[in-house]
């Protein structure tokens, strides 16, 4: 791993402009190395953060860039519940990304079928990695210190064969998701975490800083060749102790 930074804004407002420059800066890189740009996407709070500060930086190309899904509710993409339902509304119309670089569910499978399909489409779309290699994924956490839908005390946080597994017994509603897995999560050249708000200082101080007993599912995201961001707000990092980074607006991390 290249190192972890812990970034500290005062508020989320403060997050969104530096996680879009984080992105297109990743992008700019990747295209210029690799003639593409692979990016993972989470759904929450990120949807409407990253549609917003995107749309609003002059001259976005998005025309080289690929885009998946961490994870992915099995839900009708007209359900408000639906990531790529949103992103849709929010960003993907709004831009010049080709239809052929989204890369989304078939939620009209079964679960288990739906997360065979999604990790067909994933090898389609990595074809020289045996794990797909994502320039940059986006993730949330949760209060209970879960990732994708990778929850705590879950057997899927075991799972090193699939690269995508199905979910049928959520704790979090709606139950059943596919869900991109630790090998792969852990193979992206960058991992950005975004959490904000005070519900989620506990968890964060024991994510970041360690715990006794069995670590959160947020903490064993750990990149093994990758960088690793966690951009959060003051409200977020109360109970920190760790030293962080302060950037001020306008930084380039």
Known sequence: MAGR?????????EIGPVLARLVTSRAEKAISSRGRF???????SLVSMLSKELLALPA???SKWVVGFCDERL??????????GLYKNLLFSKINIPDS??????????VS???????RKLK???PDNAIPIFDMLLLGMGPDGHTCSLFPGH???EETEKIVAPISDSPKPPPQRVTMTFPVVNSARCVTFVSTGGSKAPVLKEVLEGREGPAFPAARVVPTAGELFWLIDDPAAASLTIQVERPGAGAEL
């Open 5 to 13: 930074r812990v970034a500290v804004f005062p508020s989320s407002a």
């Open 75 to 84: 839900v009708p993409f007209d359900d408000p519940e639906s990531t790529f």
């Open 124 to 126: 389609e779309a990595f």
């Open 101 to 110: 670089g989204i890369l989304a569910i078939d939620s009209s499978l079964p």
């Open 38 to 44: 692979t990016l993972g996407l989470s759904g929450g």
């Open 113 to 119: 079928e739906c997360a065979e399909d999604y990790a």
């Open 155 to 157: 057997p899927l946080l």
């Open 60 to 62: 976005l190309d998005c």
